[in-house]
């Protein structure tokens, strides 16, 4: 039973939690396009891979898969969840499981405004957005939004090209220098993540583990607090439910008010899993048992409230004289 992790980059919790969780009983490959993606030295074995989008990158992944005995496939960076997912039946023939959501989930998460629509359309809470300035302006005469506002790419990710504009001049000229770009409400409540597990073989929701993000950098959460709200995890529960979501997902979302507003969701380990796994949510035990053929049991022990995160820098160093065939299997 062989784990392998797509596009690792900086994850390198995430690989020694998922080695651990499979010592004596599987192996973790990690690949990357970068010889420098620090992420790539914890695993057991690791393969510089071309980039996801040059011609013949899956048919590179699908011989790892062989020559590994892979038994599971995820990947770590939003673009590729989409290409794994379509592929799901080609994983399939060689005897691999793609651990997590289906394409269209994939593809409507990955873009905001395809998000919005459909949480709109399910009468869910929702930050206001606007893919027209023609829109946006309406909105705004008819007080309906008020600045500031956040311009975005529609399919952005890890917060580049995100601005605040506190003028129209501003948020016009953002909007209109940008490719595909969305005008979003600024929350002025506190933003909240949520890592969740759907369990690939009963299809439940089994495990969610929330908390107060205190410090944001670059997308990521820097620092948070760990909570616990029966309310929130019904409403969380029923959103994944609608959607179909499948395997580990991220959620992002505001409380202003006493409500709940969804803003994002990544069906895939957030920057801030960490936080969980270290107040005892192990996710990595949720996906081997599911590989197995094992369905898990819906968490019920409760994890350590007020428990604080602060990441902080690691380095690591690598003998860039010593050939990459040297390396392959350290």
Known sequence: MNLLILSCGTRDKVVQYFRKTFEGEGRIICTDCSPYAPALYEADAHYIVPRITEPGYLEVIYEICRKESITG??????????LIAAHKEQFAAL????????YALCERTLNKWELYCWMK??????????????????????????FPVFVKPMKGSASIQIAKAQDWETAAFLFSHGEQM?????????????????????GEVVSIFTKKKLVMRAGETDKA???????????????????????QIDIDLFV??????????????????????ACGVDHMTLIKNNLLGIANPIRTTPYPENQVMMKYCEIMLLDATKP??????E
């Open 121 to 146: 359309e399910h009468k869910y809470p929702c930050v206001k957005t606007y893919v027209s300035l023609e829109e946006f302006r309406r909105a705004l005469d008819q007080g309906e939004i008020a």
């Open 256 to 277: 202003q008010d006493g409500v709940y507003y969804f803003s994002e969701v990544n069906p895939r380990f957030g920057g801030g899993y960490p936080h969980a796994y």
């Open 324 to 329: 990459e065939k040297e390396r392959q299997y």
């Open 73 to 82: 496939v995820l990947s770590l960076i939003d673009p590729e969840l989409s």
């Open 95 to 102: 005897g691999v499981t793609v651990i997590g959501s289906e």
């Open 182 to 202: 969305i005008i979003q409400e600024y929350m002025t409540g506190q933003e909240i993540g949520a890592d969740v597990y759907i369990d690939l073989v009963s």
């Open 225 to 247: 607090i760990s909570f616990f709200d029966e309310n929130l995890n019904n409403q969380i529960t029923q959103f994944v439910r609608e959607n179909g979501f499948a395997g």
